[in-house]
């Protein structure tokens, strides 16, 4: 599951650019949206606001027939500012963005225990990471930058 909820985010990411590519400014701001949602197979259905992740995750052949947002928020960051998401689950996420321009955010992702990486996400796209067992379930966090 981990392993396919990465190569979702990383076949989400566009071309990433040459690692010398200059970052912009301190002060630029990045905004993302964040979303935490519980997966399961308890039945219970997929909240309204899970609906468009829960279609992502079943294009790559994931399946959970529960899907409930456990929380949606907006980060503002400065390119190497780093965000913390406190998780449900007692673990923590990391956000960092390296790098800004019009091709969308290349940002670093660490959630503790559950998934790693560099990946660049076009503006108003979505990017997906396994977050962790939960409860009956699992975890996923969903970043999106904003134009």
């Known amino acids: 599951m981990a392993a396919a909820l990465l190569s979702f985010a990383l076949g989400a990411a566009a071309w990433a650019g040459p690692p010398d590519a200059p970052k912009q400014g301190k ?7 964040v979303m935490v949602t519980h997966l399961s197979n308890r039945g219970r259905g997929v909240d309204a606001g899970a609906k468009d992740l829960e279609s992502k995750l079943s294009s790559q052949g994931i399946h959970y ?19 913390t998401i406190d998780l449900p ?7 960092r963005p390296l790098h800004r321009d019009a091709d969308g955010v290349l940002m670093a992702v660490d959630v503790e225990g559950a998934s790693k990486a560099d990946v660049r996400a076009r503006p108003n796209h979505t ?17 999106e930058p904003e134009e």
């Not at 689950?89 to 956000?95: E, H, I, L, P, S």
């Not at 990017?127 to 970043?143: C, H, Q, R, T, W």
């Open 65 to 83: 027939d529960s899907a409930q947002v456990l929380e949606e928020k907006r980060l503002d960051l400065s390119v190497d500012e780093v965000g």
């Open 27 to 33: 002060g630029a701001s990045v905004p993302l949206r």
């Open 127 to 143: 990017v997906i990471f396994s977050a962790g067992p939960y409860e009956d379930g699992k975890l996923v966090l969903s970043l």
């Open 89 to 95: 689950n007692g673990r923590k996420a990391r956000v």
